[in-house]
């Protein structure tokens, strides 16, 4: 049933891996008589892409300012756009001190994180908070987000994902093809 639906050969030997592992411990443990050989699939070779400065500045220049923005964290520091990036509360910029903070237990490996801003990231994220706080006046509702849609019907929630506005970016700036994950790569 694992080959109907379209699982990578990665996925598949993982798990193959996991098989063999617990026939050896049976094996081990006198459980089992024999271990059986289980041959693994070939996998695909790891996605190499990377960003040179200049295709990741042409492919910023095609976003919103506020993407823009969410874009330059996510090459500066590696973080991943979507559990990361985009899930940023305001509370965890401070400008003043020139620090961005994840909390423990919000990232992949649960650790927290705390990065020092260069000063382009700092302005980038002062003008951003400053587009909240206009949106937050104009909606009457405090909005917790940094990176909150600005416009239509989703005005003031918090922005999951822009694949669409990537892959339109990418192609207008030469480089279609590339995946937001690249950038947590290049950094």
């Given at each position: 049933?694992?080959?109907e639906?379209?699982?990578?050969?990665?996925?598949i030997?993982?798990?193959?891996?996991l098989v063999?592992?617990?026939?050896?411990?049976?094996y081990?443990?006198?459980k089992?008589l024999?271990?059986p050989?289980i041959k693994m699939l070939?996998?695909?070779?790891?996605?190499?892409?990377?960003?040179?400065?200049?295709?990741?500045?042409?492919?910023?220049?095609?976003?919103?300012?506020?993407?823009?923005v969410?874009?330059?964290?996510?090459?500066?520091?590696?973080?991943?756009?979507?559990?990361?990036?985009?899930?940023?509360?305001?509370?965890?910029v401070?400008?003043k001190a020139g620090t961005l903070?994840?909390?423990?237990g919000?990232?992949?490996?649960?650790?927290?994180?705390?990065?020092y801003?260069?000063?382009?990231?700092?302005?980038?994220?002062?003008?951003?908070?400053?587009?909240?706080?206009?949106?937050s006046?104009q909606?009457?509702?405090?909005?917790?987000w940094?990176?909150?849609?600005?416009?239509?019907?989703?005005?003031?929630e918090?922005?999951?994902?822009f694949?669409?506005?990537?892959?339109?970016?990418?192609l207008k700036?030469?480089?279609?093809?590339?995946?937001?994950?690249?950038?947590?790569?290049?950094?």
């Amino acid at each position: 049933t694992k080959l109907e639906r379209p699982t990578s050969n990665r996925t598949i030997n993982i798990e193959l891996s996991l098989v063999k592992r617990m026939l050896r411990l049976g094996y081990e443990n006198g459980k089992v008589l024999r271990v059986p050989p289980i041959k693994m699939l070939r996998e695909a070779s790891p996605r190499e892409g990377f960003f040179e400065p200049g295709q990741h500045e042409a492919v910023r220049r095609h976003l919103p300012d506020d993407l823009q923005v969410a874009v330059a964290i996510a090459y500066t520091f590696g973080w991943r756009v979507r559990s990361e990036v985009l899930t940023l509360r305001r509370h965890q910029v401070d400008l003043k001190a020139g620090t961005l903070r994840l909390e423990p237990g919000t990232t992949k490996n649960r650790e927290g994180r705390l990065v020092y801003l260069t000063p382009e990231l700092r302005a980038l994220l002062g003008q951003q908070l400053v587009r909240v706080d206009r949106l937050s006046k104009q909606t009457g509702r405090i909005i917790p987000w940094v990176f909150p849609h600005l416009r239509g019907r989703r005005r003031g929630e918090r922005r999951r994902g822009f694949r669409q506005g990537w892959a339109t970016a990418c192609l207008k700036a030469g480089v279609p093809g590339r995946i937001l994950h690249d950038l947590r790569r290049t950094a």
